[in-house]
């Protein structure tokens, strides 16, 4: 059984997808640090580089050439840190496939197989924004999630569902009644369709 750390995704993957996925094995290694003690790269480091890549993949957007090559520049470091961290992974998870899954990175697989349905999200949670009436959804990222889909449903009698898409994990509603319990769950969309629906995640609004 092949038990590598599949990093094909590092140069495919486009930069919203690219985002997500960095943002899985992060996750995945932090939350198991019994098992990756250590890491090298360290989280850290990883972390401002997906961050310095984000903003320029923003700024890309209304930016010309220059800040079009900025951004490639700063995916250029941050594929190089993953690949980095992906040989560390390699080594620690110790041939264990169980090991190599929890660290977020995707197993090498030894023929190639066509993506199946997403796993719901996991750990939704919502908190108080930063203003009155706002509520900010968040869950762990899925990998080869390119969108999520937020459902927010008010505990008010006939009220419709709040429905909203975002390319990353997390999003802020606003406008909402305070005193209103709002129950939350997110779905996070993929090659093959949407996954399921997460658990739920409920909080009065402020």
């Not at 009698?157 to 997390?170: D, E, L, M, S």
């Amino acid at each position: 059984m092949v038990t590598k750390p599949a990093i094909r995704w590092l140069n495919t993957d486009k930069d919203p997808l690219l985002i997500n996925n960095a943002s899985v094995v992060l996750t995945g290694v932090a939350a198991n640090a019994d098992i990756y003690k250590n890491p090298t790269p360290s989280i850290a480091v990883i972390q401002t580089a997906l961050d310095n890549f984000s903003a320029s993949v923003i700024a890309a957007r209304d930016g010309g050439p220059s800040a079009t090559a900025a951004k490639n520049n700063l995916r250029l470091v941050l594929v190089s840190l993953l690949r980095e961290l992906s040989y560390f992974v390699a080594g620690a998870c110790q041939g264990s496939m169980e090991k190599l899954i929890l660290s977020g990175f995707p197993p090498q697989k030894p023929v190639r197989q066509p993506v199946g349905p997403l796993a719901a999200p996991h750990n939704p949670t919502l908190t108080h924004g930063p203003s009155s009436g706002a509520l900010i959804a968040k869950a762990n990222p899925v990998f080869g999630a390119s969108t999520y889909t937020w459902r927010l449903t008010p505990g008010t009698a006939g009220t419709a569902p709040i429905i909203a898409q975002t390319t990353a994990a997390n999003n802020t509603f606003t406008g909402l009644t305070p005193g209103v319990n709002y129950t939350m769950t997110v779905s996070g969309v993929g090659a093959a369709g949407p996954s399921g629906w997460s658990n739920a995640a409920s909080l009065f609004a402020d």
